[in-house]
């Protein structure tokens, strides 16, 4: 009885552990433009139309709307323009050897009640081709100024910036995903690079 009851014991331990791993259920990953977000009524003469519209994802342009952990907390982010590669602004800030910055510059609109204070920096990602994914890095480019970090936004207030990532020379980036919350959020915006 006493070793049943260690396995058992080991068994709800493992389940456990696998509940704690397992991605949250809330979880989505957001990648219609916000003019795309629902189709517009119409005759029914351009179904078509309609149908490629509603299925076009986010890219370099879109506006995103994303929502927060807290209640009332949501962003319309837009991912303004990319610099790929991008170069440093100074002379002693270079990518490591066999790699490149490339620089994505985000516009955040709180369009929520709640105000907003955060790093953007922690809850931005790219992703390549074959799907590996790369952080930001501490870099300023000469593409322009850098995103704060340590963002505070009032409801109706917006900021502007690049960040910055450091990828391989040989990485063919195709997306960019931004999180609120460092990165902790449910939602996560996605943009096509390419």
């Not at 029914?44 to 986010?58: I, L, N, P, T, Y």
């Amino acid at each position: 009885m006493h070793a049943r009851t260690r396995i058992a014991a080991a068994a709800v331990a493992v389940i456990g552990v696998l509940a704690l791993t397992a991605c949250d259920a809330d979880s989505t990953v957001v990648d219609k433009p916000k003019g795309n977000a629902a189709a517009k009524a119409d005759s029914g003469k351009d179904a078509k139309k309609e149908k490629d519209a509603a299925s076009e994802v986010a890219k370099v342009g879109d506006t995103l709307t994303l929502k927060g952990m807290k209640g009332g907390s949501r962003l319309d982010v837009t991912v303004v323009k990319v610099a790929d590669p991008a170069k440093s602004a100074d002379e002693f800030t270079e990518p490591d050897s066999g790699k490149r910055f490339v620089g994505v510059q985000f516009k955040l609109v709180n369009t929520g009640k709640a105000a907003y204070d955060d790093s953007p920096s922690n809850g931005a990602q790219v992703a390549d081709s074959e799907g590996q994914q790369f952080d930001t890095t501490f870099a300023d480019i000469t593409a322009g100024p850098s995103m704060s970090s340590a963002l505070k936004l009032k409801p109706g207030a917006q900021g502007l910036g690049w960040i910055v990532f450091e990828v391989p020379k040989a990485s063919k980036l195709d997306t960019v995903q931004f999180t609120m919350d460092s990165g902790f959020a449910d939602q996560t915006g996605e943009w096509k690079l390419k």
